[in-house]
């Protein structure tokens, strides 16, 4: 279930997050982020821009997919449960993509009643290719 | 040939600029995304959590920028221009979750740069590091950019 309430107790290492798909990413999407972000860089809204740059096209904003992956998280840890996130940007993401982000639970840690959970992240496009990889914690609350 | 990137920013710290946050921006941003999580985009859920408003998204942090600062300076400084930039890395540390109509003060830095040479050639990476506090001075996050250049 989207949003369910999700306790420190019941996470184990080796769970996997609930794979988010994105997209398909349309460039009207990328110009409502660019808006929303105020990140107006042509190269994610003028192909021929982008392919004078050596590019070869649009692509999506780093952030965006960034925001994707957040997303994932906080589906399932829910909203501002999350304490760190950190991503390289592995390759491009171009209109059409289909972006799937997934993680998995690598550690947990208790420490004065904040209780830890830390996970891989990464988010793939529709050839399995990984376009976003990193690294995040969330605070989750505990039954105990 | 290829380009020369300026070291001499290296440590360069930005003029401190604050920044408010806006309860429309927030929807919007999480309606880019496509995130229509309730405790982004609805204000009763907001009231009633335990944040008493809304809270906006985890990325939310990369809009807060100087908007009184020519967003092309940095680049020209180091001797590039945006259609040689890519972002390369992005990390954020949150503390507390940013809220509409606090004001937040923003204090970044260019915290390091190396060279390496990829598969596409020599690339410069200009990490710039942002401290985010309230209005009691308490840090609520820190960001971490990394921009590649292609030199």
Redesign the interface.
Known sequence: MKYAKVYADGVNVGDELPPLVKGPVQQIQLTRYAGASGDFNPIHQDDEFAKAAGMGGVFAHGMLSMGFVAQALTDWAGAGRVAKLGVRFAALVRLKDVVTCRGRVVGKSSKDDRHLVELEVWAENQRGEKIVTGRATVELPSRA | MPIQINRAVLGKEFPPYAVTVERG?VK??A?????A?P??LDDRVGAA???GDI?A???FA??F?DEAADTNALLRELGTD???V??????????R?LQPGRTYLCRARVSDIYEKTGKSGPMAFVVRETTVTDSDNEIVAVM?GVTVV?L
Request: cysteine-free.
């Open positions: 921006k919007e941003f309606r880019a995304i496509g995130d999580n405790f982004y959590s335990e944040w809270i998204p985890p990325t990369i809009t920028r945006i259609s040689r890519l972002h390369g890395e992005q990390e954020f540390e949150i503390h979750p971490r292609r």
